[in-house]
């Protein structure tokens, strides 16, 4: 294509460089250009939140943003939250408290868990479902998503302060 | 959903933006936060042959106050406007308002300013900002100008903005040493678009309203200024007939449409209920 | 130190999803996600109009575009005699269109093309002309003489009816009515409504030119029925068909039908020799698939003056766009509607139900529920909640007067089906004490004496899930029974393959742990297949909550087979005769002497190594469950909402669930799917509709406009439960999956108008909208002031 143009985006702390043309969706370059077919999409419109990704670490819905945007910066996708072979507590607390059924949600939901404990390491439900409620969910009927997140910020804080200790 | 083919560019200042929108302004959109615009494209119901990507401009994310006044730059995020502690002092109606648009992950890209040059009849900063009295300043490559928020909006999804402009700024007048405001929102949930929204804007002085702004967001073609129900609030003191006017005036001023979230006729009572729970609440604060 | 006991019991233990561990990592596998060889993009074009003549197709400006492979269109789909395919209920839908079109998002054309961003660029130069015909939006016009015939492609089809059905005793009934000395009636409208699953429809079809095999990854909750009905229709040997169902993103039921874009992408692949890929968009998906729901009923209670019911009527139209396309059991028209007797022992009721084709899109699944029981739950108990407030009873006490009593069970209804077990006066007192029912009546009181609003609903729903038994129910003519097949291996690990399919309910955790509660083997060690019908026993599939009643059942039952046969090998090993042995958990011992003893993986090895002489090798079996009878779950939802008696809105305060499922085998995935179907009938009663105007435009073809609940407004669920085990199950167990869908659209509904009922409100059609709260307020208010 003769529209096309070089981007380089670290993609779960490794750059990750190619040739797009100027229309492609984040989400698209991520899933085709990458592989990366955690993140997923569900609408049209920007309103479910399957596509959530971290963008220097604040959760975007990457349906909604160009991948030309995203060059240079860095991005966080759902298969960069386990570290070293270990599941990010995120991770854990969505499998403890049967915070999925389906798994299409999950991915945006645990990256959106995973900012909110960044801010906010003891949330309430309250707090929880106010940070999950630019996505969607038809499983779970979200209550389980809010143990998960709490669940998830209790066993950081218990390592942190068994880090300590 | 999948956007039309389109050019490029990312300039990395102002004045390179100008020039790229001086030769293709007709044909170019500016993309700020692009939760309106990319919507639109991957619909493919805005199909832009050029695309001017204004985020790699440094300096255009200011929120601060200058000479009394606030100034809104062009790539303040709602949800910056949601976190500041500054909008939280000192602006009630732009901190009642951000938590209500759209949805938390979209507020994260979402601009003040690009919600403005969108002039969607159900958004929301709009309200806030002709409430407020603002004006957006507009740039083009010959030079700046200041335009009232009510002059702005021409008509849905239609502004006065020249093809060649950008509009890097909102400036917001001094609220006043003691003010109220607030924004309400019937949604019907969250990420929904406004049925009714209300912003109100009153500079108090001791008892009286010295100064009232109310504008309704979804309830006409543009949103409205509740210039008559201002007018009624302006040097009266808050007390149940004042305030049951002013609901009045207001919702007279609505000119909604029946829809599936409801009739022409529940909607101007919302307008009205709305008006009279925020003049009610500035009522009960300054009498606390 | 405690010595480590090992795990034996596994019946009722909430064990963590063995699933989990891929879908957490982002490693599903969605049909999106797969990524063929050579794959080519396919994208449709869809009709803008809800009616028109189709005068023209031009495709010329498409087909030249760059990195554009093919155009099809229904006049190609004809040559090949693919223009119509059958629906799931024996009626025909349009593959592509030929003569007309017959509602808006009707399927037009395909591009096919390199990437799917240019087969969307082609759509844009399709050039099509439509010549555009009187639009038939309600049913009720849609009977009316003079109204346009929407199928007129179907010889001998005069008008739009497309069915008349009746059900029950229609004499007794109106005997009932003539003896009774209060009638109550209600007629309300069951909205459009989607299942909207989160993953949309997809496909790739790979028709290899040199093979003739045709695989297709599909998003199929039926993909053994989908196969047969694809030979059938194509005319494609069934052996060399292989669907494969990978991980599907929620299902509820939309994605139990064939739709076109299957159809046309295999058509393209067999026609171009490449795997042809078509993902659904949301637009597509809302606009064309499987919708669920839109009846409009009447339904009169006729009661004596003490509360006994006498008799039901009722009387109902089925909206059901252009097509009869429900997954329909063949001999019951309107599904299971006429279960709509419910928790109630009721002597005589009359159902005569009408389905209307409109220029609307096909489907009328069965969204999260079985076969219409969802509207008829909602009918009865809007009904008899209103029959309440009539007779100035309270709604839970008209309820146990009338309940069919423990002691009843078997219970047959008047309209013919056979309730297994229940006990719904306890399930019933359950939800009172524990919602604090009658604090909540205390405050209502107080709460209305200063002007505000709280409504107290209740629900107390019956339902009917797991077809078969086959000798009802059937798909298009294939029985309704399930399987399972069970390969124990030599190192005493297992492989189950079903002919269900999971769309997120677990299974592959709650299968695993029927084998291991009856076959010792741990639920780590057995792993679950499901989807491929090249490598599972074929099925029906996953809807009607019937996964745990039928193939559930069948896991039962090929384990016990299995141990059966392992008895007999634990009998050689320990050189002892089979009447000798007994089994424990996981493991064989001599009777009278524990310490001789052989575990289950014992016996797996010695299966292969050491299998006594005339017996078979191996420790393996299928089998085929076709279920005595459906199983009836029921339960009671308590539900409170606070209504803003200024604007219409309302909040859900309160939700108290009682379900009585028989015996759980996983708690904790039986209480995720019954806060699911909470959450769904919180959406069907607050926002969820697929609505048209009069021109047949759909308002409802995306997320901005076909509202789904996010967890802000979602309430906050108490659950509990009561245990009556289904008698004829082999684990005790009944379906689950839909219970609270079908039972919780009335509780809210129920607490909105309780809420509304000093005002005179008797009835606010779902989806109860603010707007809709506030007129029935502002009429009950203006009719008192007359």
């Known amino acids: 294509m003769a529209n096309e143009t070089t981007i380089s985006i670290t993609v779960n702390g490794r750059e990750r460089s190619s040739e797009v043309e100027p229309r492609m969706l984040l989400v698209h370059w991520l899933r085709e250009g990458l592989g990366l ?12 939140g399957a596509c959530t990704v971290l963008l220097d670490g604040t959760p975007v819905k990457s349906c909604t943003m160009f991948a030309v945007q995203a060059d240079g910066r860095a991005l966080t996708t759902v298969e960069g939250l386990q570290q070293n072979g270990k599941l990010h507590a995120i991770q854990e607390g969505f499998k403890e408290e049967h915070g999925l059924q389906c798994g299409f949600c999950t991915p945006g939901m645990m990256l959106l868990g995973a900012a909110l404990l ?44 068994g880090a300590q200790a | ?103 938390p992950v979209v507020r994260n890209l979402g601009t003040v300013v690009g919600s403005l040059c969108h002039a969607d009849p159900q958004g929301d900063w709009a309200s806030v900002m002709l409430a407020m009295g603002a004006e957006l300043v507009c740039r083009s490559a010959t030079g700046e100008r200041r335009v009232a928020i009510g002059d702005l909006i021409d008509g849905p999804f239609t502004t006065t903005l020249e093809p060649n402009e950008i509009a890097t700024e909102v400036h917001v007048p001094d609220p006043g040493a003691h003010s109220f405001g607030t924004y309400l929102k019937l949604e019907r949930k969250v990420g929904d678009f406004a049925s009714v929204g209300v912003a109100v804007h009153l500079a108090l002085d001791g008892d009286r309203v010295e100064r009232a702004g109310i504008a309704l967001t979804a309830v006409g073609a543009g949103n409205i200024k509740a210039k008559e129900a201002e007018d009624a609030l302006a040097g009266a003191v808050l007390d149940d007939a004042t305030i049951d006017r002013a609901a009045s005036l207001a919702a007279e001023a609505a000119d909604p449409k029946t829809d599936l979230r409801g009739s022409a006729d529940y909607k101007r009572e919302i307008v009205r209920v709305f008006v009279t729970r925020a003049l009610s609440q500035a009522a009960t604060a300054k009498a606390a | 130190m405690a010595v480590e006991e090992k795990e034996i019991e596994w019946l009722g233990k909430s064990v963590k999803r063995k699933e989990d561990d891929r879908f957490v990592r982002g490693a599903g596998n969605y049909v999106d996600d797969v990524v063929l060889p050579n794959m080519l993009h396919m994208a449709i074009l869809r009709s803008p109009f809800a009616h028109a003549r189709l005068t023209s197709i031009d495709t010329s400006a498409a087909e030249a575009l760059d990195g554009v492979v093919a155009v099809v269109t229904g006049a190609l789909l004809a040559e090949h005699n693919l223009a119509w395919m059958p629906t799931l209920s024996g009626d025909t839908q349009a593959v592509l269109a030929t003569d007309k079109v017959r509602f808006q998002g009707q399927e037009v054309a395909c591009v096919v093309a390199e990437n799917p961003y240019i087969a969307h660029d082609a759509l844009e130069l399709i050039e099509v002309e439509y010549d555009p015909l009187p639009v038939i939006v309600d049913p009720k016009k849609s009977l ?102 990978p991980d599907i993103g929620g299902g509820f039921g939309n994605k139990v039908p064939v739709y076109p874009g299957y159809v046309v992408a295999t058509a393209a692949s067999l026609l171009i ?41 009722v009387g109902m139209l089925s909206d059901q766009g252009y097509a009869y396309a429900d997954a329909q059991p063949s001999k019951f028209k309107a599904g299971l509607f006429h279960i709509v007797t419910g928790s109630y022992d009721m002597p005589a009721a009359h159902v005569v139900t009408d389905g209307a084709y409109t220029n609307k899109a096909p489907g009328g699944v069965a969204y999260r529920c079985s076969f219409r029981v969802t509207e008829a739950s909602f009918l009865i108990e809007r009904l008899v909640q209103n029959a309440a407030y009539e007779m100035d009873m309270e709604p839970a006490e008209l309820r146990r007067k009338n309940f069919i009593r423990p002691e009843q069970f078997p219970y047959t209804s008047v309209t013919g089906f056979i309730y297994d077990s229940g006990d719904y006066e306890k399930a019933l007192d359950l939800a009172l004490e524990k919602s604090g029912y009658n604090e909540l009546r205390a405050e209502q009181k107080r709460m209305r004496d200063e002007g505000k609003l709280l409504g107290i609903g209740l629900a107390s729903f019956t339902e009917v899930v797991g077809a078969g038994p086959s000798r009802d129910y059937d798909i298009l003519g294939i029985k309704m029974f399930d399987s399972a097949e069970l390969r124990v291996h030599p190192t005493g690990k297992a492989i189950l393959k079903l002919g269900v399919k999971s769309q997120g309910q677990g299974h592959e955790t709650t299968f695993a742990q029927i084998v291991a509660s009856e076959l010792g083997i741990p639920p780590d060690d057995v792993t679950v297949q499901e989807g491929d019908t090249d490598n599972t026993p074929y099925g029906l599939g996953t809807y009607a909550s019937r996964s745990t009643p039928t193939g559930g059942a069948a896991t039962a039952v090929v384990a016990r087979k299995l141990r059966e046969k392992a008895k007999e090998i634990a009998a050689h090993t320990l050189e002892v005769a089979p009447e000798d042995l007994e089994w424990k958990g996981d493991h064989f011992f001599v009777k009278g002497a524990p310490d001789q003893s052989t575990t289950i993986q014992e016996v797996a090895f010695a299966a292969y190594t050491n299998h006594p002489q005339g017996m078979e090798a191996g420790l393996e079996g299928v089998t085929y469950y076709d279920p005595p009878n459906m199983t009836y779950p029921f339960g009671t939802y308590v539900v409170a909402v606070e209504v803003d008696a200024k604007t219409g ?23 995720g799917q019954i806060m699911g179907g909470l959450t769904e009938g919180f959406a069907m009663s607050s926002m969820q509709q697929i609505a048209f105007d009069e021109e047949g435009n759909c308002l409802g073809s995306n997320f901005m406009d076909y509202l789904l609940p996010t967890a802000w407004e979602t309430p906050h669920f108490e659950l509990h439960e009561t245990v009556t085990p289904s008698p004829h199950h082999p684990m005790g167990c009944k379906g689950v999956g839909e219970s609270a869908t079908v039972g919780s659209p009335a509780a809210y509904a129920n607490a909105v108008v309780d809420a509304l009922l000093h005002l005179g409100v008797r009835n606010i059609d779902m989806p109860m909208t603010s707007a809709k709260v ?7 208010r203006q009719a008192q002031d007359q």
């Open chain 1, 37 to 48: 077919t955690g993140t997923h999409i569900g609408c049209d419109t920007t309103s479910c």
């Open chain 1, 118 to 161: 960044e801010d906010n390491p003891n949330p309430s439900e309250k707090d929880v479902r106010w940070a999950i409620s630019g996505n969607l969910c038809r499983c779970t009927g979200y209550q389980n998503i809010v143990k998960a997140v709490q669940y998830a910020g209790q066993k950081i804080e218990s390592e942190r302060s």
């Open chain 2, 1 to 103: 959903m999948f956007p039309r083919s389109f050019e490029y560019f990312a300039p990395t200042s102002i004045e390179d933006a100008l020039a790229l929108l001086a030769e293709h302004g007709e044909d170019a959109k500016v993309l700020a936060g692009g939760q309106s615009l990319i919507p639109l494209m991957k619909l493919r119901f805005a199909a832009p042959d050029y695309i001017v990507d204004i985020n790699r401009i440094q300096g255009l994310d200011y929120l601060e106050e200058q000479d009394g006044s606030l100034r809104i730059g062009a790539l303040v995020r709602t949800s910056d406007m949601e976190r500041s502690e500054l909008i939280a002092s000192r602006y009630p109606a732009m901190a009642a308002a951000a938590p209500l648009i759209s949805d």
């Open chain 3, 144 to 245: 009316d003489d003079d109204a346009p015939v929407i199928r007129n492609d179907k010889e001998g089809q005069k008008d739009n009816r497309i069915y008349h059905w009746e059900a029950g005793d229609k004499e007794a009934t109106d005997r009932a009515f003539e003896g009774a000395d209060v009638v109550v009636s209600l007629d309300t409208h069951y909205p459009r409504s989607h299942p909207a699953p989160l993953e949309c429809c997809a496909c790739i079809a790979d028709v290899n030119p040199g093979t003739g095999k045709t695989t297709i990854y599909m998003t199929s909750q039926a993909p053994h029925a989908i196969r047969t009905v694809f030979a059938m229709v194509t005319g494609l040997p069934e052996q060399n068909i292989q669907i494969i169902s």
């Open chain 3, 273 to 313: 020799g490449q795997p042809v890929k078509w993902t659904e968009d949301r637009s597509g998906n809302l606009a064309s698939t499987g919708f669920a729901r839109d009846f409009h009923m009447h339904g009169e209670l006729a009661l004596d003056r003490d509360g006994k019911m006498l008799g039901l009527r």
């Open chain 3, 649 to 671: 809105e309302w909040k859900v305060r309160t939700v108290v669930a009682v379900d009585d499922c028989g015996i759980r085998i996983n708690p904790m995935i039986v209480e």
């Open chain 3, 774 to 780: 506030w007129e029935a307020m502002q009429q009950g």
